[in-house]
């Protein structure tokens, strides 16, 4: 908190704050009071267990005070470097490491760190707050700026329970929401005036409130070349991340499915928990596992089980439990979730907490960096059709409609009008006129109203390249992966439970932006680049598997059946219907005589029914 205008730091308004989110740090708490400038902090002991560790953290000289979560895993290197710079540290925690990092380097610490954060520091020297949120955003930072105070929290029910925001929905934001499923995609939020602070950001904020934020980090700042033999390099990295991730002093655990990442994550684990251990006894390695009986993954995981040696604990939800769980996830997530996937991602974190684990490996963001998700194929064919290797691009096409049972013909011309409205879309007036037919599309849709429409940015957004590389790096920066990170941080710092992310170390990621389009994709694979990388490190069964999963649920078929009844109250309440953006009855039509609905449409429901829900909660 930091106030302006002759307001001091308010030690009863620090208290709630952290208060509302002691899920995350239900170690320890702390504050800090110097006039105008106040934290409020809630520690989970991950380093240095012992009260050393301490936040609010403040350096020998006094003059740097600072909130941090988050982690830097290569704080050893780190603490080696100050100390020859001739530091000392009391502690051996990293909160300690990077204190010392900011006062030798000042700002540019931050291209020294790798790992996860958020944090603010007090520089009492510069009288200014410094902060920063890491390379991709894996650690959650809020800002909302008052008349006459500012308040930086980890989550948003922080900035609530303290008293001075009054809530309003931006309903920009919710519109993008319901009408195109859009989710974290802008640093704007569902609560109008708090926003997130980017990830690769820092900022500085000046005691008379006057502010400013730069970008420090960004993967437009690479270009691919050609790079020999990267394979390797690749598996070498990924390894190293991994190595780096088991720094701890609790328990490490992994989430399991039957996929390449998690695969990957876990044999990985195993090969380097026996080389921390020196070839002793260790406990047994820890993996949680999602079962659903319509996407049965089990023989895969039994392969991965029998190489590590893993110990599996195995959770499945009931249509009602997951339904039943929904208002606490939204509680905790604080904004509506993309599906029912991320119900199941909160029961496995809890499932980890009660086995006493505190810190949980997981694979965010190999799809998005790697080329995992089905729609890149039509982005890889594009690319190389963009490039004149047509020949290329039907053996390609061919190989595809081989497995998938399909016709290359369909598949090239398609991909061709695909590259051809593209050319089109480079002209404003095209674009004009395409945004007058979408617009008039979204007034005949007959779920919503038009005072719902009239909120979406109408503005032209320009012209976006679907290059490969291009399409791979807003996954990575727009969506889907930062509404992915905002679900992963919450399910498990819900529980007390720290998730970290191999796949997100930015060297790995630097490396994979480096290498061309053409190697990330090849015939039926995606992810060709990983899977070659992987050779020899996890079983052919799963680095041979061309479908993906992930951890699937079956809430779209739930909807229209054993949880039609709970759906239909919602979309039929008092509150949807003086809400006065919906047709109710078109949705209620939907479900009429128990007819099939199509998945899109099922979640479409889903997103309505979850708005409601979020408003009824975060409204008590």
Not at 26 to 31: A, Q, R, T, V, Y
Not at 488 to 502: C, F, I, K, Q, T
Not at 556 to 569: F, I, Q, V, Y
Not at 577 to 594: H, P, T, W
Request: aromatic fraction near 10%.
């Amino acid at each position: 908190m930091l106030g302006l205008n002759g307001r001091e730091a308010d030690a009863a308004v620090l208290r709630r704050m952290a208060q509302s989110i002691a899920h995350r740090g239900p170690d320890d708490s702390g504050l800090y009071l110097d006039h105008q400038v106040g934290f409020g902090f809630r520690r989970l002991a991950i380093l240095d267990l012992s009260p050393t560790g301490h936040q609010p953290m403040c350096s020998e000289d006094g003059q740097l005070v600072i909130v941090f979560n988050g982690e830097i895993y290569n704080y050893i290197e780190l603490r080696d470097e100050l100390r020859a710079a001739g530091y000392s540290f009391r502690s051996t925690s990293d909160t300690e490491v990077l204190l010392a990092a900011y006062r030798e380097w000042g700002p540019e610490c931050l291209g020294r760190l790798n790992g996860m954060w958020a944090f603010v520091i007090h520089d009492r020297r510069r009288d200014v707050l410094f902060g920063a949120r890491d390379r991709f955003g894996v650690k959650p930072l809020f800002a909302h700026r008052g008349k006459d105070y500012w308040l930086l929290a980890s989550e948003v029910k922080a900035i609530l329970a303290s008293g001075f925001y009054v809530r309003e929905t931006n309903w920009q934001v919710a519109a993008d929401f319901l009408l195109h499923g859009k989710l974290d995609e802008t640093p704007a939020t569902f609560y109008a005036g708090i926003e997130q602070v980017p990830p690769g950001c820092a900022f500085e904020i000046r005691l008379d409130g006057t502010s400013r934020q730069w970008t420090y980090w960004s993967l437009s700042d690479i270009e691919p070349e050609p790079l020999p033999d990267v394979e390797e390099a690749i598996a070498e990295l990924l390894e190293g991340a991994v190595r780096l991730r088991l720094r701890s002093d609790v328990p490490v655990g992994v989430c399991l499915s039957g996929g390449l990442d998690s695969t990957a994550i876990i044999c990985a684990m195993a090969r380097n928990r026996g080389a921390l251990t020196g070839g002793q006894a260790a406990p047994p390695l820890l993996a949680f596992c999602y079962h659903d009986a319509a996407f049965d993954e089990r023989p895969f995981i039994a392969d991965t089980l029998s190489q590590t040696r893993a110990l599996l604990k195995r959770i499945s939800l009931t249509p009602q439990a997951m339904w039943d769980s929904l208002a606490e996830v939204l509680r905790f997530q604080d904004e509506p979730i993309v599906s029912g996937a991320p119900i199941a991602g909160f029961h496995l974190m809890k499932l980890a907490a009660s086995n006493g684990v505190k810190v949980v490996l997981n694979g965010q963001g190999s799809d998005e960096v790697f080329a995992g998700y089905s729609s890149y194929f039509d982005d890889y064919w594009y690319t190389l059709l963009r490039g004149a290797r047509v020949a290329r691009a039907w053996h390609e096409m061919r190989a595809y409609a081989a497995e998938h049972r399909t016709n290359a013909g369909y598949l090239f011309l398609y991909t061709l009008a695909h590259l051809l409205h593209h050319q089109l879309r480079r002209l404003r007036p095209y674009r004009s006129v395409a945004r007058t037919r979408r617009w008039r599309r979204l007034k005949e849709r007959r779920w919503f109203t038009p005072s719902l429409i009239d909120h979406l940015d109408a503005s032209d957004a320009g012209y976006e390249e679907p290059h490969l590389n291009a399409v791979l790096r807003r996954s990575v920066e727009r969506a889907p992966l930062p509404h992915y990170l905002r679900l992963e941080d919450r399910n498990s710092m819900a529980h007390g439970v720290e998730a970290r992310l191999p796949f997100m170390d930015y060297r790995l990621v630097s490396l994979a932006f480096r290498v061309r389009a053409d190697r990330k994709i090849q015939g039926v694979w995606n992810k060709a680049l990983l899977r070659q990388a992987l050779r020899g490190r996890i079983p052919d069964s799963v680095r041979d598997r061309a479908e993906k999963m992930g951890f699937p649920t079956s809430l779209h078929s739930w909807l229209t059946s054993a949880l039609a009844e709970p759906l239909r109250d919602i979309l039929a309440s008092r509150a949807a219907r003086e809400r006065g953006i919906y047709n109710v009855q078109e949705m209620l039509s939907v479900l009429q005589n128990n007819h099939r609905v199509e998945p899109a449409t099922a979640l479409r429901l889903f997103h309505v029914a979850e708005f409601e829900l979020w408003h009824s909660v975060h409204s008590d």
